[in-house]
Structure formats: structure tokens, C-alpha cells
């Protein structure tokens, strides 16, 4: 048999001493970083580096940025991880004219608040000033001297159910024909409280309906091009669609001439039959030729008698 060597526990003391002691260090290195990255999260978390450094608005066009910054709460000295993105979110949504908002970081210290304003319909006026009409109808307390020419101004609707019913049509108008309309009117009439007129870019005006509005403006380009260049009047299309033109000052002499013309033509005729006025001679040929005729008796007497 072969001999086997026989290593005394004196021997193996030593050595098991020295891998011990290595593990012990292993685990003790491993602790030690352990540690020290606790305590640099520590002190990260608590010292200005882990302070949000940029922020940045996107998606806004009629608030400012600084407003919607303010309204976030979001500054250079929030700390970048302890900010609740859905708190803060629902705190710029809380905007009047703001419909959406997100709030995204970008690792080291990148914030980003992107928002949805909701769109302006149009402008109406009250004491000299104008006051902005949003899509649902609302009208924001904010005043301007003038509108800002983003949206039509909006005329006379005095009934708040009307004005956000018109709202509604306009928000489901394309921008392209939103875009050529100056004015709208309401003008209801006996039987048809939904009459309104629009007063075009383009020097046009538009007949409509508030219920049809959206279906039918659409077309609105299409008819303006087939009119001949120059034409002024109404496009209506509340029931059809047809074009009116409007009377141009021309037209108005050319009528008050043709009414002059006539006037002294009829000046210049002598008096009918009918009227009973017979001129002077006339009847003095009508006289004369009755004493003829009185007169032929006398002439023919003699003959007779010869």
C-alpha cells in the first residue's frame, strides 16, 4: 500500500490561522465600503449637490415659465430625490389654462415640466376691455386693451349657453379656417336664436347657424375660391350654401340714373286720351269738320231741285 503522509495539527495551525485571517479582512474591507458609501449618501443627500440645478419649461405659450416654475414649487434648492413628481404635477395642473402636465428628471440634477395649455376660442369685450374665452366656454379674469389676435372676438353673446356652445364649435374647427375668422356676432332672430355672422379676414362675411357650425364652416375655403376677385357680400351656409353680393355704390347711380331717365321721359309725354286732355288743335279740326258736314245739306238742296 502506498504510505499516505501524516501532517501533524501543528503543522495545519498555522495555516488555517492565515486563512482565517484573510476572510476576516475581506469582510472587514467589504464593511468598511459599505460604510463609506453610506455616509457619502448621507452626506450627498444632505449638501447642496443634491439640489436640482436645471430647470426647464417646455409646451407653454401663453403663461410664462416663471409662472409655471413658481407654480411647481421646483427651485434651485429642492433637493433633486425627495421631490414627489406627482404632487408637484397636479400643482401646475391646477392652472386655469393649463390641461396637462409632466415633470421628468435627467440624472445628475435635470428637471423638466412640460405642459398642455388649453386653447383660447376668442376675446370678448366688456367696459373697454378684453377678456380671453377658453375652449370650455370660461372666461379668464385676466383683462387686455386689445385682443391678442390668436382668436376672433366674440359679439354680443350676453347668454353664457350660447357663448359655450359656440366655444365648443370653434374648438372642433381646423386651426387653417379658425385662423381667417376676424369676428363672430350672434345675432338671433325671431324663431332662429342661433344665427350668427362672421366677419372674415378676407373681407367676406358668413351667415351661419351655431348648431351646423363646425360641420359647415370647413367648406368655407373652397366656396371663398370660387368667387371672382374683388367680389364683396354674404356667404351663406346655414341652409345651403350660396353667395349674396352686396350692392356696390355703382350699382346705386346707375339705379338712380335709370330712375332720372324715366322720370323725365314721363315729364315729356303729352297727356293721353284717357286722362281726357285733348290738345287745342285737335279740336279745332273736329269743329271745323262738323260745320262741313252741317253745311253739305245746303249744297245738295239745289241739286235736288234742278
Given amino acids: ?39 457619502a449618501a448621507v452626506v450627498y443627500l ?9 430647470i426647464t419649461v417646455e409646451g407653454q405659450y401663453h403663461v410664462p415659465a416663471e409662472e409655471i416654475q413658481t407654480l411647481s414649487g421646483i427651485t434651485t434648492e429642492t433637493n433633486y430625490w425627495r421631490m414627489d413628481t406627482e404632487e408637484l ?3 401646475v395642473e391646477s392652472h386655469e389654462e393649463i390641461t396637462f402636465a409632466s415633470i421628468d428628471r435627467s440624472f445628475p440634477n435635470d428637471v423638466t415640466i412640460e405642459v398642455e395649455e388649453a386653447e383660447r376660442i376668442g376675446y370678448v369685450q366688456s367696459n373697454g376691455q378684453y377678456y380671453v374665452i377658453m375652449e370650455d366656454g370660461s372666461r379668464l379674469d385676466e383683462e387686455t386693451a386689445l385682443p391678442g389676435g390668436d382668436a376672433p372676438v366674440l359679439a354680443g353673446f350676453d347668454k353664457e349657453m350660447y357663448l359655450k356652445e359656440m366655444s365648443g364649435e370653434l374648438k372642433e374647427l381646423p386651426p387653417s379656417v379658425a385662423d381667417l375668422i376676424s369676428e363672430v356676432h350672434w345675432e338671433p332672430e325671431d324663431g332662429n336664436p342661433y344665427k ?9 362675411q358668413v351667415e351661419a347657424s351655431i348648431r351646423t357650425f363646425s360641420e ?22 346655414d ?19 335709370v330712375e332720372e331717365d324715366a322720370g323725365s321721359e314721363s315729364d315729356s309725354e303729352p ?19 262738323d260745320t262741313e258736314g252741317a253745311q253739305d245739306p245746303v249744297v245738295d238742296e239745289p241739286l235736288r231741285r234742278e
Avoid at 7 to 36: G, M
Avoid at 46 to 54: E, H, T
Avoid at 226 to 231: M, P
Wanted: glycine share 4%; net charge negative; no cysteine.
Fill in 271 to 289: 297727356p293721353s286720351e284717357e286722362d281726357g286732355e285733348q290738345p287745342a288743335e285737335p279740336e279745332q279740326e273736329n269743329a271745323a269738320a
Fill in 239 to 257: 341652409v345651403g350654401a350660396y353667395f349674396e353680393e352686396f350692392n356696390t355704390p355703382e350699382d346705386n347711380e346707375e339705379n338712380a340714373g
Fill in 89 to 91: 404635477k397636479e400643482k
Fill in 216 to 237: 359647415k364652416m370647413p367648406a368655407y375655403p373652397s366656396i371663398a375660391a370660387q368667387l371672382e376677385e374683388g367680389a364683396e357680400g354674404v356667404i351663406h351656409i
Fill in 196 to 204: 350668427i355672422r362672421l366677419y372674415m379676414n378676407d373681407g367676406y
Fill in 1 to 39: 500500500m502506498e504510505e499516505r503522509k501524516v501532517v501533524s495539527i501543528e503543522d495545519r495551525i498555522p495555516k488555517l490561522k492565515q486563512t482565517r485571517r484573510k476572510k476576516a479582512n475581506r469582510r472587514l474591507i467589504l464593511y468598511l465600503t459599505i460604510l463609506f458609501f453610506l455616509i
Fill in 46 to 54: 444632505q449638501s447642496p449637490l443634491s439640489n436640482v440645478r436645471n
